[in-house]
């Protein structure tokens, strides 16, 4: 059983388009997380939600819009895609401030 | 805002030789985490120190957080081709009420030449 999980993968799409990421806990966790990892291996807080409510919101272009239908998911959404958000995307839910990263999505913006 | 500074960026060392890296904060943290990132996977959570002075070990791979809690260390002991991948430290700083931020440094690169 993946503990958190993420779709897709990969993702390649053109400057423009807007596209969705999909995170998923099975660890009952209250506190989700999404983090922007570039090339250089830099870990980016971007949101975090705790028990569907926002409370950490880094500064981000509001083309990104991460949004939680319930404790469990956390899903983030962009908009216009552009060159600089290529990178990985990974999704986090943590309890007792322990992170559990889930495998990243890796987006390429041609 | 808060930052944890991390050096080095990269080291490279023979399979068998030691490794360490460091954190530092310019202000007092609450507690410290350490992740390890492989090559094309997530961060792992190694550990977490919390009290001032904290030595912790997981076999070859020691922990140390400062006495005034603004630096921590991770040391591996004769290092072999599986412990490649990237360090990250993670500080974490009690604002009061809840705060769920941990902020990263920016991670050593350990290579191990077999």
């Known amino acids: 059983d993946t503990a958190v999980s993420q779709t897709p993968k990969y993702l390649v799409t053109q400057m423009g388009n807007d596209k969705s990421i999909k995170c998923e806990q099975n660890?009952?966790?209250?506190?989700m997380y999404w983090y922007k990892q570039d090339s250089k291996k830099f870990l980016k807080i971007m949101f975090s939600?705790?028990?569907?409510?926002?409370?950490i919101n880094e500064t981000v272009p509001n083309r990104f819009s991460p949004k939680s239908p319930d404790k469990a998911h956390l899903n983030l959404h962009i908009n216009s895609l552009e060159l600089g958000d290529s990178a990985v995307y990974f999704c986090?839910?943590?309890?007792?401030?322990?992170?559990?990263f889930g495998p990243g999505t890796r987006l390429l913006v041609l | 805002g808060q930052q944890v500074m991390q050096i080095p960026q990269y080291q490279h060392v023979q399979e068998g030789e030691d490794f360490t890296t460091y954190c530092n904060s310019s202000?007092?943290?609450?507690?410290i985490q350490w992740y390890k990132q492989r090559p094309g996977g997530h961060p792992v959570f190694l550990i977490q120190?919390?009290?001032?002075?904290e030595v912790k070990k997981q076999k070859r791979l020691t922990f140390q957080f400062g006495e005034a809690k603004k630096n921590s260390s991770l040391h591996i002991t004769a290092t072999q081709t599986t412990d490649v991948g990237t360090y990250f430290c993670?500080?974490?700083?009690?604002?009061?009420?809840?705060?769920?931020?941990?902020?990263f440094g920016k991670g050593t690169l350990l290579t191990v030449n077999p």
């Open positions: 986090a839910s943590s309890q007792a401030k322990t992170q559990y």
């Open positions: 202000t007092t943290l609450s507690n």
């Open positions: 939600y705790n028990n569907k409510e926002l409370i």
């Open positions: 660890l009952g966790h209250d506190t």
């Open positions: 120190l919390v009290k001032s002075g």
């Open positions: 993670a500080g974490f700083w009690d604002s009061g009420g809840s705060n769920y931020k941990l902020t």
